[in-house]
């Protein structure tokens, strides 16, 4: 590892900026993993788009239909392909807590720079804070690596603030994408803001956090490699106008973007996100492929109505 235990928290204050991405895997027509394919796609993020930063095998990833060693070979593939030119974090979120476990020492080990943890689905528990502090306190004690709390409304319930600052005391925990409305991850930056960072996967507020909140990660999602091309960096260009201080030109930027933006949010089917974005990146010149069964494929109609607003948005 580049840092010891307690060293988390400041290194990743160091060397975690800007924008990090959540991959899609990129599968082949049998369904398993398209390796070159993932590898190009990498290549492409951090060569030619400036992504700094991955976080691999994530929801976005389709982590739920992969296998553990599948998903540590995904860990694998993307140490390799990144090559020290972007970070990564990994998601090492399951409901089997051995799980988690095996999946977090193997990052650790093949030189991962961090990881990150979804809090845990909870059967028959109403009052969980306690529940939820002893997960990331266990995981903590086990392992040496950073590691990112994950709230979101998958869990069945929402880490509050309040929560969240108390987990964030424990001493290799580094940063926390807060998949929540902005009140609550306002409050827990407020809160927490000097201890570790406070992102969330929304592309929409990410320049209003840099600018009202003093975030420095956009911890992450699917718009930064949808969003732009080789020769379209809007995303990259207005968060480091952003960084500069110039926001105004900042804003007027991460504008011109809406027409893109529509067009993605108005032809995604409501129950075929992975595979709808899949199919942009083809569009963009990325892998995609098909997603996993049992995750619904776009039909040719879905493809034609995004294949013709792609043309329309202004991204080239």
């Not at 739920?64 to 998601?91: D, H, P, Q, W, Y």
């Not at 990259?236 to 804003?251: I, M, N, P, S, V």
Request: glycine share 6%; aromatic share 10%.
């Amino acid at each position: 590892m580049k840092y010891r235990k307690n060293e988390a928290k400041e290194y990743s204050r160091e060397y975690m900026r800007g924008i990090w991405a959540a991959a899609l895997n990129p599968m082949r027509d049998d369904f398993l993993i398209d390796e070159e394919g993932l590898r190009r796609n990498i290549r492409h993020w951090t060569e030619d788009l400036k992504i700094q930063g991955l976080f691999i095998a994530g929801k976005q990833g389709e982590f739920f239909s992969m296998s553990v060693e599948e998903r540590k070979r995904n860990f694998e593939l993307a140490v390799e392909a990144c090559e020290g030119k972007a970070g990564t974090i990994m998601s090492c979120s399951d409901q089997n807590f051995d799980t988690v476990i095996d999946l977090a020492k193997h990052a650790q080990n093949i030189g991962a720079d961090y990881i990150v943890v979804h809090a845990p689905i909870l059967h028959f528990i109403h009052d969980q804070d306690d529940t939820v502090y002893n997960y990331y306190k266990e995981i903590c004690d086990r392992v040496d690596i950073g590691i990112a709390m994950w709230s979101h409304p998958d869990s069945g319930y929402l880490m509050s603030p309040e929560l969240c600052a108390r987990v964030a005391e424990l001493p290799n925990i580094m940063a926390i994408k807060y998949s929540v409305p902005r009140e609550m991850y306002s409050k827990l930056t407020e809160l927490v803001g000097d201890k570790i960072l406070v992102s969330t996967a929304s592309e929409e507020e990410w320049l209003d956090n840099i600018i009202d909140l003093n975030w420095q990660l956009y911890l992450c999602s699917s718009p930064p490699y949808l969003l732009q091309t080789k020769i379209n960096l809007r995303m990259h260009e207005y968060t480091e106008l952003a960084f500069a201080g110039e926001f105004d030109k900042a804003r007027a930027v991460r504008d011109s973007l809406d027409p893109v933006r529509e067009a993605l949010k108005l032809t995604r089917p409501g129950g075929k996100p992975q595979a709808h974005q899949k199919y942009w990146q083809e569009l963009l010149g990325q892998a995609g492929g098909p997603v996993r069964p049992p995750l619904l494929q776009l039909t040719e109609d879905e493809k034609a109505l995004t294949k013709e607003a792609f043309e329309g948005c202004g991204l080239r």
